[in-house]
């Protein structure tokens, strides 16, 4: 079962001018973007967030060339983000179903208040396994899987920085950490989204999608 979250962020009203085109492909966006920080938190949200400052392990990995594309440097292949706290994100008041939405997939967050977060452009390569096994995978690369406020918001900046969709088309929306239960045994939600205009949350029990890697 899939649930369309495009009013889960309420902006997305104010960033479609910036959506109505193709989807460019992976190659393509594969480049370097600006970070979705708190001004951007403000300009497209209407949202005060706090700004810490920026990891220096993110710093460091930003010039380190990316496991998953040698070629290029991670900071051509992920999108650098500030990540609110739950309970801020709460506060959207463009959103009225937003709370109980985040309360009904069990939306944590890995830190107490607002933090930087690197995410992957795209789920990492040969990845379609059980979230133990992909957890697994992640950790060799240097990357944590991503909590669902992590590939919400990533899903979000990219459209409104960069003019494309990440985690888009079946198969490619990226596991996160909150799970729920259903009739077939527990799952793991999945985020992605077929439309400009969605970022979809996915009840994900099949092992047939992958995931994108976070470094904190």
């Known amino acids: 079962m899939t649930y369309a979250i495009s009013y ?35 300009v497209h949200l209407r949202l005060d967030v706090e700004s810490p400052e920026i990891p220096e392990n993110i ?38 179903d937003l709370k109980s939405r985040l309360d009904r997939y069990k939306a944590t967050s890995p830190k107490a208040g607002p933090y930087w977060f690197l995410i992957t452009k795209a789920v990492v390569p040969s990845t379609e396994y059980s979230f133990d096994f992909q957890k697994k995978l992640l950790s060799e690369k240097g990357y944590d899987a991503p909590y669902l406020i992590e590939a919400a918001v990533a899903s979000y900046a990219a459209q409104v920085v960069g003019n494309f969709k990440i985690f888009h088309g079946e198969y490619n929306y990226t596991k996160c950490y909150e799970t729920f239960d259903q009739l077939f045994g527990t799952g793991h939600i999945a985020v992605g989204g077929e439309s400009h205009f969605e970022i979809t949350v996915y009840n994900s029990v099949a092992n047939t999608n992958g995931i994108a890697g976070v470094i904190r």
């Open 8 to 42: 889960l962020f309420r902006a997305l009203a104010t960033g479609v001018d910036y959506i109505q085109k193709c989807f460019p492909s992976s190659a393509d966006i594969m480049v370097e973007m600006p970070r979705f920080g708190a001004n951007e938190w403000k």
């Open 59 to 96: 710093l460091k990995a930003l010039e380190e060339p990316c496991p998953n594309h040698p070629e290029k440097l991670k900071k051509e292949t992920h999108l650098l983000c500030l990540a609110p706290d739950i309970e801020t994100l709460k506060q959207l008041t463009h959103s009225p």
